[in-house]
């Protein structure tokens, strides 16, 4: 079995619903079954660090779907990806998922496409299919035009284009350890440079705020205006529709929407934790933060490293140990680049 694929615990009394989902579901993800709520439950509390994400049947005797979100929150196993399976998404059933942390509904009778869809979407599983040279090519044409547009911005307000252009170094320096630590999958080189340009815009959203379009520092911002950026900034991502550019569009309005949320829950726009955020994202942020703390020593060496990583590992919410420790594998190619500018 592929050590690589996403692991999925579905939860349903019907054999027939777990055998129609695996059928669907085994090429892309390696899959665990409960046939009832108590042994669902049993799972996800001993399974919690390896489980990627959880289908849970509302409808099942004794042990409900709700019933179990609501003994996952008390026993505070509720950063998994949850989504619930049933054949009619209501209005009472909508309003009590909104108590949850729940990624979408999968309605009965299922629908391949759209099962996979939904899935990879919610859990930030990029589509790694072959890009072609038109595809690399339209996708680097567009990256320039937009990164110039943005520069002038960035330009004319006083603000530090240097910082973004490091944060795409440093992605591409942790997207190489990423992608032969076994956590992550195999990249080619176009992607990780469509990837990394896409922590370039992950501001991009202030844009669209009119008070710092008139010149506004972001602590004069209010919070509802700051936090904003984010979404923002994905829907004037994905105001680009062309079909070579799917790849890059994706990837970049997911660092512009979630490139603020933490590993904890308690980060903006939609307060997403655990493998809620993708860990590209997770990623970007780091990156973020490391570039503002590390670039304005003096001397960039590896004694700066250690107390800059050291001041990051404080907060423990932020981002995955897994990705923290993708930082601190690639100190010595980290420090040599800041050396190199």
Do not use: W
């Not at 990806?81 to 108590?99: D, G, M, S, Y």
């Amino acid at each position: 079995m592929n050590k690589d694929l996403r692991k999925l615990l579905i939860v349903d009394d019907s054999e027939v619903d777990r055998e129609v989902l695996k059928n669907i579901l085994f090429d892309e993800f390696e899959i665990m079954e409960a046939n009832n709520g108590y042994l669902g439950l049993e799972a996800i509390i001993r399974k919690h660090g390896d489980l990627d994400a959880v289908l849970l049947d509302v409808s099942m005797p004794v042990l409900d779907g709700f019933s179990v979100l609501k003994l996952m929150q008390q026993n505070k196993v509720d950063d998994i990806p949850v989504f619930l399976i049933t054949a009619e998404a209501t209005k009472e059933n909508v309003e009590r998922a909104l108590e949850y942390n729940i990624q979408e509904f999968i309605k009965k009778p299922f629908d391949r496409e759209d099962v996979l869809k939904r899935l990879k979407e919610k859990l930030g599983i990029v589509e790694h299919t072959e890009l072609t040279e038109v595809d690399i090519a339209e996708t680097q044409k567009y990256i320039q035009n937009l990164k110039e547009v943005y520069k002038r911005y960035l330009i004319n307000f006083n603000k530090d284009v240097g910082h973004y252009t490091r944060m795409v170094a440093l992605m591409k320096i942790l997207l190489g350890k990423y992608a032969v630590s076994g956590s992550g999958i195999p990249l080619e080189r176009a992607e990780v440079d469509i990837i990394s340009e896409a922590a370039f815009f992950c501001d991009i959203g202030f844009m669209m705020i009119p008070s710092n379009s008139r010149g506004a520092n972001h602590e004069e911002m209010n919070s509802e205006q700051y936090q904003s950026h984010t979404t923002l900034g994905g829907s004037l991502i994905r105001l680009n529709r062309m079909k070579q550019c799917e790849f890059f569009i994706h990837v970049c309005a997911d660092l512009c929407v979630h490139h603020h949320e933490r590993f904890d829950g308690t980060g903006f726009p939609n307060r997403i934790s655990g493998k809620n955020n993708s860990a590209y994202a997770q990623m970007c942020r780091l990156v973020d933060e490391f570039d503002y703390l590390f670039y304005k020593y003096r001397e960039h060496n590896e004694l700066q490293f250690d107390f800059v990583a050291g001041e990051l590992s404080r907060d423990k919410g932020v981002v995955s140990h897994e990705i923290f420790q993708l930082l601190l594998d690639s100190k010595y190619n980290i420090v040599m680049y800041y050396g190199s500018i």
